[in-house]
């Protein structure tokens, strides 16, 4: 069945810096890859998707890749901010017997200090 | 466009009692799910719909849980006979069916 793993759980770094967090899935049929992002008390917000026939794709300063052979895709913070503290989710729509199910990876909570 | 509304955004029930969660979607969009979130926790997975129809409630406890999602109106997620461990954040998406969701701003389910 669908499994979504996401590393690391908690990230922290300087402003300035920049952050990655990965996330590995199993299902080969899933054609779909948003990253959300999650404030204290707050919805989970769309930030940056990917379909699987496209390796990259670039939005300002966030950036995803996918690797579709090895089933992992990344999200990429450059010139992190304090604002940009959040927890932060991968997720990936299945096909085959999943088809259309929205699963989430566990999530990093990502803490940029200024 | 309003966005996915739920509502409400804060319940308060006592054991024993039914709690009715609902869920409108965003115009245009004809899928929900579903996920339960405890403090500090990731998004669980409960249930996938289509109107009209249940595609996958395998995140869905067994007994007391169910959810619908009618041809007209709001989808619905109902629990009945609450307990304490049922306390936590609801929150639904809705789709227009390609894979990019979109979420409404949670109900905080407490049961006292």
């Known amino acids: 069945g669908e499994n979504v793993e996401q590393h690391p759980s908690t990230l922290s770094v300087q402003e300035g810096d920049s952050a990655v967090i990965k996330c590995t899935y199993s299902d080969s049929a899933s054609n779909y890859f948003p990253w959300y992002k999650q404030e204290l008390g707050k919805r989970p917000q769309l930030i940056i998707d990917i379909r699987s026939n496209v390796g990259e794709k670039k939005d300002q300063r966030i950036a995803v890749t996918l690797n579709k052979t090895a089933k992992h895709f990344s999200l990429h913070i450059t010139e992190t901010q304090p604002e940009d503290s959040a927890v932060y989710f991968c997720?990936?729509?299945?096909?085959?017997?999943?088809?259309?199910?929205?699963?989430f990876g566990q999530g990093t909570i990502l803490t940029v200090h200024p | 466009n309003a966005g996915v509304m739920q509502n409400p955004r804060h319940l308060v029930r006592r054991r024993g009692q039914e709690a009715r969660l609902r869920c409108s979607p965003m115009?245009?969009?004809?899928?929900v799910y579903w996920y339960r979130q405890l403090p500090e926790e990731g998004l669980k997975f409960m249930v996938y719909?289509?109107?009209?129809?249940?595609?996958?409630e395998s995140g869905m406890p067994k007994e007391r849980f169910s959810a619908e999602f009618p041809k007209e109106g709001p989808s619905i997620l109902r629990i009945q006979q609450v307990v304490r461990g049922d306390s936590a954040a609801y929150f639904c998406?809705?789709?227009?069916?390609?894979?990019?969701?979109?979420f409404g701003q949670g109900t905080r389910l407490t049961v006292v």
């Open positions: 719909l289509q109107k009209e129809n249940i595609i996958d």
């Open positions: 115009k245009g969009h004809s899928h």
């Open positions: 997720a990936e729509v299945g096909g085959g017997t999943s088809y259309g199910k929205l699963t």
């Open positions: 998406a809705s789709s227009p069916g390609e894979g990019k969701a979109f």
